[in-house]
């Protein structure tokens, strides 16, 4: 018989992805959760997690199952407060998002969302969101849209930043050629890392770097220390840096909401983010 602890430790490595992860927030040992997880598979007659030692993703058996679960466990909870009031079932929204959004305008999303949900916000990269998204692990992803997809918040563009005292702090344009000598910071989070190189090597730049790091925060303080200089979305800039043009350098991003269809249905109804992109932004 499927137990209320079966559902837990389920729904525990489906949203973690990982049992060692799931087994820490169920407070359980992951021998403890293996053993769960295999009793399941056992009474449901069929496999729910593909395992390997980088990923735990759900099979396609496992993603029917995930809503069953989510019923059940919200079943367990209403009984659980029965005749003890009205407990809140936290979180209604797990929203993911690429770790590149700048935190006002990461704050400026989440509040519309906070007077209709709880909200959790989980934070990946744009493959793994799109995955979690399909398994659903989250209900929304904060990410880059492609044409055609999703609800567009906003766009903007990658600029060269340097320090305000840089030499090419007024410089307004530069040729590719004109940043041979400067000593580079690489965010390693950057959408356009690899078109990026592609496009100062095909210019024959090929700099030195002082700084690779997956914090945008810790590479836009760099930049304003005067440490190197970087690419990033306009809306990274931080005080001491000083946004650039590059010659030829047009790339660009489109970020929006990407949610599974009922949620969509359900921002639509209540109104939130309609209108143009500058809403948000």
Known sequence: MIKRHHIRQFLGVAD???????????????PSLSAGIAELERLVGTRLFVRNRRLVRLTEAGG????????????????????RGVVPDWPTLRLGTIRTI????????????????????IEGNDHDLRGNLANGRIACALTLLRDGEGVPL????YRMFVAAGHRLA???????????????????ACEVLEDTSRFFTSAGVRPRFALRSE?????????????????APVSLEIAGTV???????????RIGLLCDPALAQDLATRGLFEGPIAKVR
């Open 64 to 83: 029917t199952f995930l809503p069953i679960a989510r019923d059940l466990e919200r079943g367990f909870r209403a009984a659980d407060s029965f005749g």
């Open 154 to 157: 906003w766009e903007e563009p």
């Open 16 to 30: 973690a992805g990982s049992f060692v992860q799931a087994a820490a927030r169920l407070h359980i040992t992951q």
């Open 170 to 188: 007024q410089a307004g344009e530069v040729a590719p050629e004109d940043l041979a000598s400067e000593i580079m910071i690489a965010r390693r």
């Open 243 to 253: 946004a650039i043009d590059v010659a030829g350098y047009a790339f660009s991003r």
């Open 102 to 121: 700048a935190a006002g305008d990461l704050r400026r999303v989440v509040e519309p969302l906070l007077g209709a949900y709880g909200v959790e916000v």
């Open 215 to 231: 914090s945008d925060e810790r590479c836009m303080a760099m930049v304003a220390a005067g440490l190197g200089i970087t690419t």
